[in-house]
Nanobody, 120 residues
Framework: VQLQASGGGLVQAGGSLRLSCVASGRIRSINVMGWYRQGTGSQRELVADITSSGTPNYSDAAKGRFTISRDVAKNTVYLQMRSLKPEDTAVYYC???????????????WGQGTQVTVSS
């Protein structure tokens, strides 16, 4: 199982970006999908996640500006980011709780990270 994140880049403050993360491999089911970020010198923190039933959860920093969504058929999670601020600058990582084919339980998998830089 592999996760591939994309969509990061350089944007001016107030701008928008849409991140995508797709899971591939021998997958039976995916439970929670989420996005985390890690700024320079900071710990990795949750930005938003979404359950298998589509219930989202946001950090205080993300509420009102970011929207998480998922496409079950495509094994993909998205993060639409609006009104970006310089403090949103970080490497963004996707994480999924996946049950691979032939396994009885779920494992957590991480994407490789995508850089988001917001200039003032």
């Amino acid at each position: 199982v592999q996760l591939q994140a994309s969509g990061g880049g350089l944007v001016q403050a107030g701008g928008s970006l849409r991140l995508s993360c797709v899971a591939s491999g021998r997958i039976r089911s995916i439970n929670v999908m989420g996005w985390y970020r890690q700024g320079t010198g900071s710990q990795r923190e949750l930005v938003a996640d979404i359950t298998s039933s589509g219930t989202p959860n946001y950090s205080d920093a993300a509420k009102g500006r970011f929207t998480i969504s998922r496409d079950v058929a495509k094994n993909t999670v998205y993060l639409q980011m609006r009104s970006l601020k310089p403090e949103d600058t970080a490497v963004y990582y996707c994480k999924m709780s996946i049950r691979p084919l032939g396994f009885s339980g779920n494992n957590n998998y991480w994407g490789q990270g995508t850089q988001v830089t917001v200039s003032s």
